[in-house]
């Protein structure tokens, strides 16, 4: 059992409010998930691409980071949270900075990558983890948030939601899947890597497969259907989008609020409560087996 939450909003002048309220709604599904939690904000762009890592502690990444800078001959713009901290960097030195993260710093994890996306992770209770990275501060767009309650593997950061395993694209699951031991092998041939067992990371992998081979987020999620197996909820984060999709037998709970400020997801009705107007919002249910998008143009 985990907690989902999720919000997209359509009104600019909310996106000040936008970490306040996914905090709240976070800390409402603590008895859903109190092993460990994570959100992924996506707020201003990057001149290049934001890189967000994580260490056993700041001293550590500020280390690493100066020794980085040292072997790049340059400054990079960076913003430290807690054990987190975002790292700009120009889009064309991405993948030889990975490559010397990878090499040099093994203690160094990247949580994820994009120009406007930052996730942060860490294990404890939701309110203890929103607090930690200041979530109440942040502000942007959109933001999709997860409490985790293990199941099939063990309570450690890596384990924790969301998964990212493409520029500004993360996931967040509740429930199982079946079949991610041969999609991860597949997936694998296509060239993907994954640094955990953890079937919400397939998940994640999959549907940047789809994507990079052309799908929309929406064609990506139909697929989903009938090349994931288990049951599940998908929420999903793109650049611009938010989705969400649930499984033909949609055994696990969702409900939705829509106005013409905001979308918002949780696993349960008491995540919304709180959110401004919603008396007058449209509150439903998902159906099974439906894509629901939105996209910001």
């Not at 002048?13 to 709240?24: H, I």
């Not at 890596?158 to 699951?173: I, Q, R």
């Not at 139909?222 to 998908?234: A, I, K, P, V, W």
Request: aromatic share 8%; glycine share 10%.
């Amino acid at each position: 059992m985990c907690g989902i939450v999720g919000l997209f909003l359509k009104n600019p002048k909310l996106e000040p409010q936008l970490g306040k309220l996914l905090s709240d709604m976070l800390e409402t599904m603590t008895d859903r998930g109190p092993d460990s939690a994570g959100i992924a904000v996506y707020g201003s762009d990057a001149e290049g691409v934001k890189l967000t890592l994580r260490g056993p502690d700041q001293a550590t990444l500020g280390e690493t980071i100066s020794q980085l800078e040292k072997v790049f001959d340059r400054s990079f713009a960076k913003t430290a949270r807690d054990t987190h901290t975002v790292l700009s960097v120009p889009a064309e030195r991405e993948t030889k900075i990975r490559a010397w993260l990878k090499e040099n710093a093994p203690g160094i994890d990247v949580v994820s990558a994009g120009k406007r996306m930052e996730i942060y992770k860490e294990v404890g209770l939701p309110a203890s983890v929103a607090e930690r990275f200041d979530l109440a501060g942040m502000s942007g767009s959109h933001g999709i948030g997860h409490t985790r309650m293990a199941t099939e593997s063990a309570v450690v950061t890596n384990g924790a939601h969301p998964f990212s395993t493409g520029l500004d694209e993360c996931l967040v699951h509740n429930g199982s899947l079946s079949n991610h031991n041969g999609m991860r092998r597949k997936l694998q041939r296509e060239g993907l890597t994954f640094k955990t067992q953890n079937d919400t990371e397939v998940a994640a992998g999959y549907l940047s497969w789809r994507m990079r081979e052309g799908a929309s987020l929406k064609e990506a999620l139909e697929s989903s259907l009938t090349d994931l197996d288990g049951f599940f909820t998908f929420v999903v984060g793109t650049e611009n989008g938010f989705a969400v999709v649930r499984d033909p037998i949609a055994c696990k709970p969702a409900v939705m609020a829509e106005t013409d400020d905001y979308v918002a997801f949780g696993s349960e009705y008491r995540a919304l409560v709180g959110l401004p107007g919603i008396e007058s919002a449209r509150v439903f249910e998902p159906e099974p087996a439906k894509v629901y998008a939105w996209e910001r143009h």
